[in-house]
C-alpha cells in the first residue's frame, strides 16, 4: 500500500502500520464528509485507535441522529469513489496559524499554540478538506476498501469537563470487506452476549439515573443467581480455614491516610462527607477494616495464618463513560479476603489461594485465562509506595512462590498494587478484551503501616505479611461474566428458575400443581405458568425471560400416568419419566454443580 509522509515523499507502507494508516485516513475522509454536510463543523481531534477511528466534531447546537451518521457514512463512499488525492504540506508557525483563522478551526488554532516551538506544523489536504496533522496517509481515497461508521457520543475537549463537550463520531476500517464483515459478526455476537441487554431481558438487575449512574440494583431473580455466587465461594472458604467477618461501607478519612489509599487513590474515591467534626468516605476497598480487625487483640504464632473473608460492599468513583452494567460499576462486591501470616507460610498460603482459584475455575468450566505477576515501575514515584527494600523482597518473595509451583506467568511492570505487588488471573471473555477475575497481592506495606504484631517463638514481637486475595473478584462482574459466557443460560444450580412447569391446557393444571408442590418441596426453584395462554406462546416467553434448565410440558397422558414429559434447555423434544426420578436427576445436578 502506497502512502504519503508529511515532506510529500511517497512510499510503501511497512505491513504492521497499515491498519494504523488506514483508520487515520478514514478519520480524514470522514471529517472531510462532514464538512461537506455540515460547513459551520468545527474539528478537534481525529486519531486511529487499537480497533477503528474517531473524530471529535463541535456542531453547535445540532444533535445528530442515526440518519445523519448514515448519511456521513454515504458521503465517505462518495468520496472514495470521487479517488481524490492526499496532498502534504508543511507551514511555519504565523502561516499554520493564519491558515486555521481563516479556515475558522479554532480548535486547530488552539492546538498549535500548545505544540512545542520547534514543532514541524504539517498538513493534509484532500479536495476542499485540510487538516493539520503528522501523517503519514493513503495516497488516493480509494484506497479505504472497507469502512462504517458505528456510533456516536460526546467527549470533552482536550478530556477536560471543564470545556465544551464535543460529538464524538466513531468508525472501523479495514483493509478487505471480509475483514469488515468478520467484525459485523463479532459485533453481532457482543450483542447476543451483552450482560445488560440479557439482564434486562431476563429481568436480572436495573439501573436508574435517579438512583445514580453505576449504581445496580439487583432484582429477584438476579438476587438469586448473586447468592448462590456467595454461598459457594464461602462454603469453599469455610472448609479451608476462613473466617468472615462484616464491616461498615464508610471509612474515617485518617483511616486512609494511615493506609495509603488517601495519597495514592483519593482520585477514585467518593468525596469526602463532614460528620461532627470528621470526615468519612465511602470506601473503596476492604484492607484497612480488616487490618483494625487483626489489630483488635495480641496475637502469637501460633494462630497464624489468620484468614479474614468477606462480601464486602465497595465504592469507587468510575467515570460515567467506563460504567458498564454490573460489570464496571461504582458500587460492586468483592469476594474478598485477607491472609495474615508468617514468612515462612508465604509460599504455602500463596499455593491454597491458587489451588483454590483454579478449583473454582475448574467449577465454572473456565480454561481461556493466563497468569500475571504484576510488578511494580520504579520510575514511578507516585503511585507507588516508597520502599525499594520492601518492594525488592515483596517481588522475590512472590515470584520465587510461583516459580517453586511451577505456575506459568508472564510479568508486567506497573500493574502492581500501590503496597505489593500481585498475581493477576486474567480471563478472556467470548467477545471483548481480557480482564482481571483472580488476583492474589502480596503485602509488607500495610501491616507496617497499622504497626500490626504477632508474638514469634522466641517471644519477641514480629509484623506479619498480608495476602490480599480475591477468588470471583467482584460478584458483580462475576455474574456478568458468566451470564456472557452462558448467554443468560446458567448451569441448573445456578439458575434462577431451574424448572418450569407448563400445563398444556385448563384441565391439567390441577396435576401440575401437584408436580409444582412435590418440586418446591424439595427446595428446587420452579414456577408455574397456569396462564390461559397458547403453549407455544409459554414455551417461547420461558425461553426468552427466563432460560429454565428444563421445562415440564404436562397434558394429559401425563397426568393420567403421573409422569412428566421433560424439555431439557435447547432441544424440542420432550423425555418422558417419573417425577421421582426426573426429581432426583436435577437434585445430583445441582449438588455436582454441573456446568
Given at each position: 500500500m502506497k502512502i504519503i509522509y508529511?515532506?510529500?515523499?511517497?512510499?510503501?507502507?511497512?505491513?504492521?502500520?497499515?491498519?494504523?494508516?488506514?483508520?487515520?485516513?478514514?478519520?480524514?475522509?470522514?471529517?472531510?464528509?462532514?464538512?461537506?454536510?455540515?460547513?459551520?463543523?468545527?474539528?478537534?481531534y481525529g486519531p486511529a485507535?487499537?480497533?477503528?477511528?474517531?473524530?471529535?466534531?463541535?456542531?453547535?447546537?445540532?444533535?445528530?441522529?442515526?440518519e445523519d451518521l448514515k448519511a456521513i457514512e454515504d458521503e465517505m463512499r462518495k468520496i472514495v469513489k470521487e479517488n481524490i488525492p492526499f496532498k502534504s504540506f508543511i507551514l511555519p508557525r504565523d502561516e499554520a496559524v493564519k491558515l486555521m483563522k481563516e479556515r475558522h478551526a479554532k480548535y486547530k488554532e488552539e492546538h498549535i499554540g500548545d505544540l512545542p516551538d520547534d514543532a514541524v506544523i504539517s498538513f493534509y489536504q484532500q479536495g476542499d478538506y485540510i487538516d493539520m496533522c503528522i501523517g503519514p496517509h493513503i495516497t488516493y481515497t480509494k484506497a479505504l476498501k472497507a469502512f462504517k461508521i458505528t456510533q456516536?457520543?460526546?467527549?470533552?475537549?482536550?478530556?477536560?469537563?471543564?470545556?465544551?463537550?464535543?460529538?464524538?463520531?466513531?468508525?472501523?476500517?479495514?483493509?478487505?470487506?471480509d475483514e469488515l464483515k468478520e467484525y459485523e459478526r463479532q459485533v453481532e455476537e457482543a450483542y447476543a452476549r451483552d450482560h445488560r441487554r440479557i439482564g434486562k431481558e431476563m429481568r436480572l438487575f436495573m439501573t436508574d439515573d435517579l438512583v445514580g449512574k453505576g449504581l445496580p440494583m439487583f432484582l429477584p431473580k438476579g438476587y438469586i443467581v448473586w447468592q448462590e455466587l456467595e454461598e459457594y465461594i464461602k462454603e469453599k472458604e469455610r472448609k479451608l480455614?476462613?473466617?468472615?467477618?462484616?464491616?461498615?461501607?464508610?471509612?474515617?478519612?485518617?483511616?486512609?491516610?494511615?493506609?495509603?489509599?488517601?495519597?495514592?487513590?483519593?482520585?477514585?474515591?467518593?468525596?469526602?462527607?463532614?460528620?461532627e467534626g470528621e470526615s468519612f468516605v465511602l470506601r473503596p476497598m476492604n484492607c484497612p477494616h480488616h487490618m483494625m480487625i487483626y489489630a483488635n487483640k495480641p496475637h502469637s504464632y501460633r494462630e497464624l495464618p489468620i484468614r479474614i473473608g468477606e462480601i464486602a460492599h465497595d465504592f469507587r468513583f468510575e467515570p460515567s463513560g467506563t460504567l458498564k452494567g454490573i460489570e464496571r460499576g461504582r458500587h460492586f462486591c468483592q469476594n474478598d479476603a485477607h491472609l495474615f501470616v508468617t514468612?515462612?507460610?508465604?509460599?504455602?498460603?500463596?499455593?491454597?489461594?491458587?489451588?483454590?482459584?483454579?478449583d473454582a475455575y475448574n467449577d465454572f468450566g473456565i480454561t481461556d485465562y493466563r497468569c500475571v505477576l504484576s510488578l511494580r515501575d520504579p520510575e514511578d514515584k507516585?503511585?507507588?509506595?516508597?520502599?525499594?527494600?520492601?518492594?525488592?523482597?515483596?517481588?522475590?518473595?512472590?515470584?520465587?512462590?510461583?516459580?517453586?509451583?511451577?505456575?506459568?506467568?508472564?510479568?508486567?511492570?506497573?500493574?502492581?498494587?500501590?503496597?505489593?505487588?500481585?498475581?493477576?488471573?486474567?480471563?478472556?471473555?467470548?467477545?471483548?478484551?481480557e480482564y482481571t477475575l483472580s488476583t492474589c497481592q502480596l503485602d509488607f506495606c500495610l501491616p507496617a503501616k497499622f504497626d500490626l504484631k504477632y508474638v514469634d517463638t522466641d517471644g519477641t514481637e514480629k509484623t506479619p505479611v498480608v495476602l490480599h486475595r480475591a477468588i470471583l473478584g467482584s460478584l458483580d462482574r462475576f455474574m456478568a461474566y458468566i451470564i456472557e459466557e452462558t448467554k443468560g443460560k446458567f448451569p441448573t444450580w445456578l439458575a434462577p428458575v431451574q424448572v418450569k412447569i407448563l400445563p398444556v391446557s385448563a384441565k391439567t393444571k390441577e396435576y401440575a400443581t401437584?408436580?409444582?408442590?412435590?418440586?418446591?418441596?424439595?427446595?428446587?426453584?420452579?414456577?408455574?405458568?397456569?396462564?390461559?395462554e397458547k403453549l407455544g406462546y409459554k414455551i417461547r416467553e420461558a425461553q426468552q425471560i427466563d432460560r429454565p434448565p428444563y421445562m415440564l410440558i404436562l397434558g394429559l397422558k401425563e397426568a393420567e400416568d403421573g409422569t412428566v414429559s421433560v424439555r431439557t434447555r435447547g432441544t424440542t423434544e420432550n423425555v418422558v419419566m417419573a417425577l421421582d426420578e426426573f426429581i432426583k436427576m436435577i437434585q445430583e445436578e445441582i449438588r455436582t454443580k454441573k456446568h
Open positions: 508529511n515532506d510529500g515523499k511517497v512510499g510503501e507502507c511497512p505491513v504492521e502500520e497499515e491498519q494504523h494508516v488506514l483508520r487515520h485516513s478514514a478519520a480524514h475522509i470522514m471529517a472531510q464528509a462532514i464538512q461537506r454536510l455540515y460547513p459551520e463543523a468545527d474539528f478537534a485507535t487499537e480497533r477503528g477511528f474517531y473524530y471529535d466534531v463541535d456542531l453547535g447546537t445540532r444533535k445528530l441522529s442515526d456516536q457520543g460526546g467527549a470533552y475537549w482536550k478530556n477536560d469537563a471543564k470545556n465544551k463537550m464535543l460529538t464524538r463520531i466513531n468508525g472501523v476500517a479495514f483493509a478487505t470487506q480455614g476462613y473466617e468472615h467477618v462484616m464491616t461498615p461501607c464508610v471509612g474515617t478519612v485518617a483511616l486512609y491516610q494511615t493506609s495509603g489509599h488517601w495519597e495514592h487513590y483519593k482520585e477514585n474515591m467518593f468525596p469526602a462527607m463532614e460528620v514468612p515462612d507460610q508465604i509460599k504455602e498460603e500463596i499455593k491454597r489461594v491458587v489451588d483454590l482459584i483454579f507516585v503511585k507507588y509506595h516508597h520502599d525499594d527494600v520492601m518492594w525488592d523482597k515483596a517481588e522475590t518473595a512472590l515470584r520465587e512462590a510461583l516459580n517453586d509451583l511451577n505456575i506459568e506467568y508472564t510479568e508486567e511492570i506497573g500493574e502492581a498494587a500501590f503496597y505489593g505487588p500481585k498475581l493477576d488471573v486474567n480471563v478472556k471473555p467470548a467477545v471483548g478484551a401437584k408436580v409444582y408442590e412435590a418440586i418446591n418441596a424439595k427446595g428446587i426453584r420452579v414456577q408455574l405458568d397456569d396462564r390461559d
